[in-house]
């Protein structure tokens, strides 16, 4: 491997927010942030992202955070730049997703998606690159969704948060461009975290594989490797774009 590459994938030095890092894609992409050197904050509303943080090691830092209160997205953020020193990169993994028909979603699973799902992740964003803008630039993921860019049943008020992550990305790109930011969105198609397992076991997480033309549901390493590469000084070129990581279910 070239200087160029080892270079480019050694985070040493730099400090990473993970909102959702208790579990699932957020902890991988912790694990593989820390694994190349990076130090991170992981917000979560499990009060098991404090012993998560711990378990990766010295100076890392699990913070309880209320996404839907944005006084304690503030707070939480300005505690992390503290106790890191800085703020390099945030991947904005938290999400949550509330099925149900078109005809029976309530008012209160509608706020709920939209405000953890969008709401949530502009605010962290916006707290994130006030810091990154100090420090000379950064870099911001955005977890999406395949559910962006297709039609899913009972998926109504989870597709269009996730479209609208996808929009927000791309003005967040070009407002701080020129800040050195650099702003990505991801989009996965089912992965396997225990929840995800959860909810897609049997005959329905079967029939589900069909429809994928690698046919199969995707890792969170998986998802972890695409994030690393986009905060990634090999990835600098890159920036307002969707990355939809889905074995191809998409492109049908």
């Not at 902890?27 to 943080?53: I, K």
């Not at 690159?129 to 993921?141: F, K, L, N, P, Q």
Request: proline letters at 2%.
């Amino acid at each position: 491997m070239s200087n160029f590459w080892n270079q480019a994938f050694d985070l040493t030095g730099r400090c990473a927010v993970i909102t959702g890092g208790a579990a699932g894609i957020g902890l991988a992409c912790a694990n593989l942030l820390v694994e190349r050197g990076a130090r991170v904050a992981l917000l979560d509303r499990d009060p098991a992202v404090v012993d998560v943080a711990a378990n990766l090691g010295a100076g890392h830092l699990g913070l309880v955070t209320d996404l839907r209160q944005l006084d304690s997205v503030q707070a939480a953020v300005d505690q992390a730049a503290a106790a890191l020193g800085r703020i390099d990169y945030l991947v904005n993994s938290a999400g949550v997703a509330l099925l149900d028909k078109a005809l029976e979603v309530s008012e209160n699973a509608w706020d709920t998606t939209l405000d953890i799902n969008l709401k949530a992740s502009f605010f962290v964003a916006q707290a994130c690159a006030r810091h990154m803008i100090e420090s000379g630039g950064g870099r911001i993921v955005n977890l999406a969704s395949q559910a962006a860019v297709i039609g899913l049943d009972r998926h109504v008020a989870y597709c269009a948060s996730k479209a609208a992550v996808v929009g927000m990305t791309k003005v967040l790109a070009m407002e701080w461009a020129p800040h050195g930011i650099n702003v990505n969105a991801v989009s996965p198609t089912i992965v396997e975290t225990a929840l995800g397992k959860k909810a897609w076991a049997g005959e329905l997480g079967e029939r589900a594989k069909l429809q994928i033309p690698v046919g199969r549901f995707a890792q969170p390493e998986e998802i972890a490797g695409l994030v690393l590469y986009l905060v990634s000084d090999a990835a600098k070129m890159i920036t307002g774009e969707n990355v939809v990581i889905d074995g191809g279910y998409s492109i049908q």
